[in-house]
């Protein structure tokens, strides 16, 4: 049977002395649960801490670890005699993301929303964690950016659509107050990138146009072909260096061939979104 209680730093010291079982920890995540403490934005919700009938605790080393990290008490469902059959279900539902939440809220959104809302809500001096925001400040971050989102999934053409990436980038430069009626150039950026194979004489002369987001395509199959991934937040910094350099027909190099990896990555973002 669960009850409600208070769980104070002390009490959680001794509830994870007992932690002998459980996953490997996410420090990340017991950063991310004392945030939301520390600014008063923690509920109770609907998942127990759950110690076995021998002692041992099952559930919630995470938002215990977080009760001290803290120093704030909190409080928790608690249920102190968790048969070992009921691990079989623990966690195995659709876990809900911040985006469900906010529709729960009456906010609706996306979960391809809350991608994209995650990279603009990221301080540009991050490198390969984004930032995690609650369900408020996603919240926050949809209303102010909302109007320029749904005109940059308009630009993203096809299954590009659901990717955070392109879509917080497009989002970025629409949001540019320099952009002067330059709007198209942004679709064509990805349609270059993504969309068309470019000819090879597109593809090494530095002094056109389209030379950057062509070297970007070759960059992102060359990437693909072997098997290498960037950090998401690393890729966007590296779209929005190209897209400010296409915009304003900036050339990034004048050698035939751009290495993309290494590009020089502005302080801020050039367009200063």
């Known amino acids: 049977m669960a009850e409600i209680r208070t769980i104070t730093p002390e009490l959680a010291q001794r509830l994870l002395e007992a932690n002998t079982r459980n996953r490997s920890l996410n420090k990340a995540a017991v950063a991310r649960y004392a945030n939301m403490m520390t600014r008063n934005e923690w509920r109770i919700g609907s ?15 995470h938002r215990l670890n977080a009760v001290i990290l803290s120093g704030i008490p909190q409080t928790f469902l608690f249920r ?9 279900a623990m966690d195995q539902g659709n876990k ?3 985006a469900d939440i906010a529709t729960l809220l009456g906010h609706k959104m996306t ?30 971050l949809d209303n102010e950016w909302s109007p320029f989102l749904g005109n940059a999934v308009k630009m993203i053409s096809g299954d590009k659509r659901s990717l955070g990436i392109p879509v ?3 989002a970025s430069a629409l949001r540019w107050p320099d952009l002067k009626g330059r709007q198209h150039m942004i679709a064509d950026f990805f349609s270059i990138m ?12 530095s002094r056109g146009g389209d030379f950057i987001p062509c070297q970007f395509h070759r960059y992102v199959n060359q990437l693909a072909r072997e ?21 304003n027909q900036i050339k990034l190099t004048n050698a035939n061939k751009l290495d993309v990896t290494g590009l020089a990555i502005p302080a801020a973002n050039p367009f200063g979104a």
Request: hydrophobic share 40%.
């Open 47 to 61: 998942d127990a801490i759950c110690v076995g009938t021998d002692g041992t605790l099952l559930n919630g080393q």
């Open 80 to 88: 102190a005699d968790v048969d070992a059959e009921d691990l079989k």
């Open 96 to 98: 809900r993301i911040g």
């Open 111 to 140: 979960r391809q929303q809350s991608k994209a809302l995650r990279i603009l809500g990221s301080d540009w001096s991050f490198t390969a964690t984004m930032a995690t925001p609650s369900v408020d400040e996603l919240i926050a």
């Open 168 to 170: 917080a980038a497009a």
């Open 194 to 205: 993504w969309d068309n194979t470019p000819a090879s004489d597109r593809a090494t002369d």
């Open 227 to 247: 098997g290498k991934q960037l950090r998401t937040f690393h890729q966007y910094k590296l779209v929005i260096v190209g897209l400010y350099s296409y915009i």
